[in-house]
Structures are given as C-alpha cells and as structure tokens.
C-alpha cells in the first residue's frame, strides 16, 4: 500500500482514536499528522503491520499528552471542557450512521476522570473492538491487567453508556425548550427540565467572559441564566444543532459562535444532571470552519 493509500485507509480512525483520546480536534489532528510523518521517515519497509504500527504510535503518543495536559490544565483558568464536534442536524444516511457511532459529548467529559490508560484501554476496546490481547500488545500490558482495567473502566462509564436512545430525545427537548427561554427570558420551563442539583459548568478558557466556577443547583442556575440574559448575552441567532451525535444548540453572530450548549441527563429522573456552555474561541474554531 503506497504512502496515499495508507493516510486515506486509516487516518479517520487514527482521528477517531485521538479524539476520543485528547478530547481536542486540533491536538488529535496533530498527532496524527506528526505519526504518518515519522512513519514516512522511518524504515517502513520493516513494519509487518502497518494498521497495528500506526494505532499504537497514535495510542502512546496520545497518553503520553495526556500525561503534560492533566499538569498543563491546572493553570487553565475556569473548567476545561472537551472540544466540541459540531453537525448539522439535518443529516445524509451516511453521516446518521458516522453520527450515531461518534462518542457523546457527556461521555468525553466524563472519561476525563479516566487515568491515560483507562482511557486507551477502554477506546482500543469499544472503539476498534480489540481482544484484551490485541491491547496488551499495543500498551506493553499483561492480558490480565488489560482485561481488569477495561471492567474498572466500563464501571466509572456505565450511567453515560446506557439509555442512549432516551437520553437523544432528551436531549432534543431541552435544546429546543433553551432556545426557546433564550428568545423570550422566560426560563422557568426549561429549569423545569434539569434536577435539583444539576450542575453548569462554563469552558470559556479565560479568553471571554464566562462563569470560572461550576454553579450548583436548580436555583442558582435559573439565577445565572436570567443575570445573563438582562445583560443581552443571548443576542445572536439561536440553531439546534448536533453535538457529537446529540442535539444542542448554539448562539452565534455573523461571523462568531458564542455559545455552544450540550446536556447530560440523569436515566432515572429524566432530566439534566450537567449543562455545558463551550464559549471558549480556541475550541470553536474548528466548528466555525466547518460551518464556513
């Protein structure tokens, strides 16, 4: 398979895999690109398995950043929220099915509790379908301690990987009841749909003005949200949109996205447990570019 070939044959998974590893579209997008270069460069002719050479290449390098990010995210000012993936939500057959396979925005953020390794284990397995033999051999681990690992992992994850179906129309309802409260101030409707002690966490990296604290409760949120209102925060247009294959919303001027609003939900109440607002530019150039 000519050098071509190969960038076209593997690298959307190779992207994939450092997406759902970093969390970051432009840093996914490094890896990979930095992995097929030191690929080319190197005696390639050695390499038996090109696939498996370049899963793991892209695999450690990206524990390996996720080691320098957890010290890096320390300074960060505010919460540090993954990097949304934003689609339209009138979509192809095809794209349904890429949007369908794509990992929720809810669960990117709660693998951040995930130790790199956890985090490897668990996406070589859910992700690519790897036997825990096929992971052992990638992150140089016993089978044994692959497998158990991937049980600690699917345990954390659990309450994000069940009720997907219910949590999509979810998801829908509240994306359009936020819209709805942002377009007449009126959100006593839309705090009906979130738990009594949910939580709205802002990523606005320091770089706009944003919340740097999490709010906590029912009443402090519908407090946050009327304040910013009455301050004119909402002005732009309003879109339902895809976020990672769940609908969310944003608010976005003529040439700027404000605002990028995702949920997740708790299956047994049936209402949001979190609220994530994106308003951090670096994050949402990509979207923009998409969009563009």
């Avoid at 970051?24 to 390499?47: A, K, M, N, T, Y």
């Avoid at 519908?222 to 009455?230: K, Q, S």
Wanted: charged share 20%; proline share 3%.
């Amino acid at each position: 398979m000519d050098l071509d070939q190969l960038y076209t044959t593997y690298q959307p998974m190779l992207q994939s895999i450092a997406y759902r590893m970093l969390g970051s579209i432009s840093e996914s997008e490094d890896v990979v690109h930095d992995v097929f270069l030191e690929f080319v460069q190197s005696q390639r002719e050695h390499v038996q398995n090109e696939k498996g050479y370049l899963i793991r290449s892209v695999t450690n390098r990206c524990i390996n950043l996720l080691k320098s990010a957890r010290k890096r995210r320390e300074l960060y000012v505010g919460p540090w929220l993954p990097e949304p993936q934003v689609t339209d939500i009138h979509q192809t057959p095809d794209q349904l099915l890429e949007m369908r396979e794509s990992v929720s925005y809810a669960l990117l953020v709660l693998m951040e509790q995930l130790s790199p390794l956890e985090r490897a284990v668990f996406i070589l397995k859910d992700t690519l379908g790897y036997s825990h033999e096929d992971i052992a051999d990638i992150l140089q681990k016993t089978t044994v301690s692959c497998r158990k690992i991937y049980s600690r992992t699917k345990q954390k994850l659990q309450p994000e990987l069940t009720h997907a179906e219910e949590q999509a129309e979810l998801a829908e309802q509240l994306s359009a009841s936020f819209i709805a409260a942002t377009q007449s101030g009126d959100f006593l409707s839309f705090i009906e749909h979130i738990t009594e002690n949910a939580v709205l966490l802002t990523d606005g990296g320091g770089r706009v003005r944003a919340a740097i604290n999490p709010i906590y409760g029912k009443a402090r949120i519908l407090a946050f949200l009327e304040g910013i209102y009455a301050k004119g925060s909402y002005a732009g247009t309003k879109k339902l949109i895809s976020v990672n294959g769940q609908q969310g919303a944003w608010i976005v001027t003529k040439d700027q996205i404000l605002t990028i609003v995702c949920f997740q939900f708790d299956p047994q109440l049936h209402k949001a447990q979190h609220i994530y607002f994106m308003k951090n530019p670096d994050k949402l150039t990509h979207v923009l570019q998409s969009q563009v």
